[in-house]
Antibody
């Protein structure tokens, strides 16, 4: 049974950098797409970006200039860095993953972390 | 990028059938996936790859696509189906896009 465990700082100040890590337990890191998704309080889901086991990345264009997603395959972990934070970045941040889908199928994120609430406030 | 449009809310009587729709140009190219989210919980994948259900998802949930509209149908809705439902798809540049979500109330 694959489980995702995520951690990182929950209270940050404007202009600081968000740093979160997600560990994959009980399953293979390879062959899957690993993603970060966020949800502002009371609002909908927003995809941030993904990394594959080969290290390829895709980012939401609206965040691309501020986002880096990286992976440590030796430890089955992947991480998110989001720079130049503002209050608009306050959200629950989820890590999620699943078998990478081939065209014309989109996502199959069957594995989810519990989420970390990140609050950006001075 | 491409947008996915969902109705904000729908209601269904216990045991009846409800269809949740998701409309967007990208759905002419990519199949949608559907996620269920209950309050205070992480989303759960319910439909992927046209009309596949992960293990543990009941058969009363099914997916379909016609043109640029993807649908999630709950046949014989149960109280535990009350949740927010999000569709998602890739757009033509390969990034993932979510719909705004549909709140399903079971009466």
């Amino acid at each position: 049974q694959v489980q995702l465990q995520q951690w990182g700082a929950g209270l940050l100040k404007p202009s600081e950098t968000l740093s979160l890590t997600c560990a994959v337990y009980g399953g293979s890191f390879s062959g899957n797409s690993w993603n970060w998704i966020r949800q502002p309080p009371g609002k909908g889901l927003e995809w941030i970006g993904e990394i594959t086991h080969g290290g390829g990345t895709n980012y939401n264009p609206s965040l691309k200039s501020r986002v880096i997603i990286s992976a440590d395959t030796s430890n089955n972990q992947f991480s998110l860095k989001l720079t130049s934070l503002t209050a608009a970045d306050t959200a629950i941040y989820y890590c999620a993953g699943g078998r990478r889908q081939v065209f014309p199928f989109s996502s199959a994120w069957v594995y989810w972390g519990k989420g970390v609430l990140v609050t950006v406030s001075s | 990028s491409s947008e996915l449009t969902q109705d904000p809310a729908v209601s269904v009587a216990l045991g009846q059938t409800v269809r949740i729709t998701c409309q967007g140009d990208s759905l002419r190219t990519y199949y949608a996936s559907w996620y269920q989210q209950k309050p205070g919980q992480a989303p759960v994948l319910v439909i992927y790859a046209k009309n596949n259900r992960p293990s543990g998802i009941p058969g009363r949930l099914s997916g379909s696509t016609s043109g640029n509209i993807a649908s999630l149908t709950i046949t014989g809705a149960q109280a535990e189906d009350e949740a927010d439902y999000y569709c998602t798809s890739r757009d033509t540049s390969g990034i993932h896009v979510f719909g705004a979500g549909t709140k399903v109330t079971v009466l």
